[in-house]
């Protein structure tokens, strides 16, 4: 299922233009979306690592993870999508699931596809939207899961770019 079209969206998929590493993000979260995204993970096999630092450990409980003290190393969970994306989730805040992904590894419709594929998961599973932000320039989405429509959607005009 292809939600968008590659020349459609390329332009906000140029490292050189926005950033390699877009912030994706489920806003208005809780814990128990955090859990939902982690136990999502497990029931689609996706291969994963959690660290702590140099660390790594079995995927704790999102309550664990988020009660850590605020002096800790943030952790990070890393998802390979199949062997070549990968998306790395920061447990930065409980408000707020936010992950990253390497645009360099987005190229093309198939890994787009596959992008998209994560994100409508990520979105059905919480039934909230995922954003995808220009790296460091957060609140302006160009494109993300919108739950009413069930599919990734364009939120911003390519030709703007």
Do not use: N
């Not at 950033?19 to 993970?41: F, H, N």
Request: aromatic share 8%; with cysteine; proline share 6%.
């Amino acid at each position: 299922m292809t939600d968008l079209l590659w020349d459609d969206v390329k332009c906000f998929f140029d490292p050189d233009l926005v950033g390699s590493l877009p912030d994706v993000r489920v806003p208005e979260a809780s814990v128990e979306d955090w859990q939902a995204v982690l136990d999502l993970v497990a029931e689609e096999g996706w291969k994963c690592q959690y660290s702590e630092g140099e660390m790594v450990f079995p995927v704790p409980l999102a309550e664990a993870v988020l009660s850590r003290p605020a002096d800790a190393e943030c952790p990070d969970l890393r998802v390979w999508l199949t062997d070549d994306v990968l998306a790395i989730f920061r447990f930065h805040a409980e408000d707020e699931v936010d992950f990253d992904v390497d645009l360099r590894e987005l190229q093309g419709q198939d890994r787009l596809d596959v992008f998209c594929g994560f994100l409508r998961a990520i979105g059905r599973r919480l039934g909230k939207p995922v954003l995808m932000d220009p790296e460091g320039d957060s609140g302006h989405s160009v494109l993300g899961f919108d739950v009413e429509a069930d599919r990734v959607v364009l939120l911003a005009d390519p030709q703007v770019r």
